[in-house]
């Protein structure tokens, strides 16, 4: 991250003066109204939202709101943003189209300056909203193709599609065939075309897809149906342990990507395979971290082996130390925030991209109009090697008709090691080429 620029503001008096202000605009017949274009154009707060679903049957992600507040709190006990504290609103899209439209157009009412590292999977919903009213959406989780073509998205990663992409390269040199374990949605439509151009880098496995519902509480069926068309051979079960299948150069491969239901799918998946030939598994991150590693018995447990695709590098490297140290000063012990997920992880570069570009205005007005603008002027942000320096300006962007704000496109290969996820190797992987070539 930049070093930061901020500077004590005498808080007390801009409180009474802006109290005074809405004193009066209070008892005027009109009011004062506000200027279009977004929060903190009188100098008060930079006023940003966050959203993601909670509390629902399905996907749930709490730990993307609390990161957001907790790096609102540490900017704002140092400074705040050129003087400015920043202030963040979260919302609730309960997993719900209809919630991710609420949580847009009351991003609209509050006149926010951006929609900030939020994760949702109805961007249909929410884009035409914050398209209207020129609300820029900063680091979203990137599940939607939307996040990708609308020209209000800025993404910090390459999303599912990037993600995908790479499993099939991680895959590439160890499957015969594979079998997509993957959410009956919109979102997961896409998968299996992806993951096939990534395997295309190998022999050119085949993707059986297997579509399973996204708030299922039992896999069984599905899991037996992955091992069947993964090409496992019940026969030959006894003849092979875990560690000697982990060791196969290639065989049939079973990757799940269901989000915080990936865990029951291979809860079902280890009494079902004891009936099949062993097969080695896979998934992305945010669908299996080290938190989920450890809960489901480490090295003992099912993922031990497990090839894992992530975005950025592994949760154990030190360049989340600075992200780590914000969480133990500044969450005061929130069990919400998980420093493995990749969710908390990309809200954090989402935040630092937004701490960057505003810092970059100085003292000129901060709004939805002018954050935008540098945005779109060639603008750039660090993430401290995270990602590398991101900007989205047209020759930023991959050659990709389906995804032109695409400007990250690299992933990093892990695995589960002795029950730790770790760097499977050293430089991330660059998968442009293989989105550019894709026909989804």
Not at 69 to 86: F, K, M, P, S
Not at 98 to 114: P, T
Not at 200 to 226: L, N, P, Q
């Amino acid at each position: 991250m930049t070093a930061r620029r901020r500077t004590k503001s005498t808080r007390a008096f801009t409180s009474v003066a802006l109290g005074a202000a809405f004193a009066v605009c209070a008892t005027s017949l009109g009011g004062c109204g506000v200027l279009p274009g977004g929060s903190g154009d009188s100098g008060g707060p930079v006023v940003v939202m966050t959203w993601a679903p909670e509390k629902t049957r399905a996907t749930n992600v709490p730990g993307v709101p609390a990161m957001a507040q907790t790096y609102a709190r540490w900017v704002n006990e140092n400074g705040g943003i050129n003087g400015r504290d920043l202030k963040v609103l979260t919302c609730n899209e309960h997993n719900d189209p209809a919630g991710a439209g609420d949580c847009a157009r009351r991003a609209v009412k509050e006149d926010v300056v951006a929609v900030v590292g939020s994760y949702s999977q109805h961007a249909r919903s929410f884009l035409s909203p914050l398209e209207a009213a020129g609300i820029p959406y900063i680091g979203g989780f990137g599940l939607t193709n939307e996040e990708f073509t609308s020209s209000n998205s800025y993404p910090v990663n390459g999303g599912q599609v990037a993600l995908m992409a790479g499993n099939g390269r991680q895959l590439a040199r160890s499957c015969t065939q594979v079998s997509l374990v993957r959410p009956d949605t919109v979102a997961g439509d896409d998968l299996p075309g992806i993951l096939e151009a990534g395997l295309a880098a190998g022999d050119g496995a085949k993707v059986a897809d297997i579509r399973a519902a996204e708030d299922g509480t039992e896999f069984t069926s599905k899991a037996e149906e992955a091992l069947s068309r993964a090409g496992a051979d019940p026969s030959l079960a006894a003849e092979l342990g875990q560690a000697g299948a982990a060791e196969r150069s290639r065989s049939g491969c079973v990757t799940a990507a269901l989000g915080d239901r990936t865990d029951t799918f291979f809860d079902s998946f280890r009494r079902a395979k004891e009936d099949y030939q062993q097969v080695r598994i896979s998934s992305v991150l945010g669908s299996v971290d080290q938190s989920l590693v450890d809960r489901s018995g480490g090295k003992s447990g099912p993922y031990e082996g497990a090839y894992v695709t992530g975005w950025y590098p592994a949760a154990d490297d030190k360049r989340w130390e600075p992200m780590r140290k914000v969480i133990r000063e500044h969450a005061f012990a929130d069990n919400r925030i998980d420093p493995a997920s990749a969710a908390v992880q990309t809200t954090w570069i989402a935040y630092s991209v937004l701490e960057q570009i505003v810092e970059s205005l100085g003292d000129g007005e901060v709004t939805s109009r002018t954050v935008g603008r540098a945005l779109n002027s060639g603008e750039s942000a660090t993430t401290g090697g995270l990602t590398p320096t991101l900007r989205w300006r047209f020759e930023d962007t991959i050659a990709a008709s389906e995804f032109p704000r695409l400007v990250n496109a690299r992933v990093t290969f892990q695995v589960v090691r002795d029950g730790r996820l770790v760097a499977a190797r050293s430089k991330a992987v660059d998968v442009s080429s293989t989105l550019e070539d894709s026909r989804i």
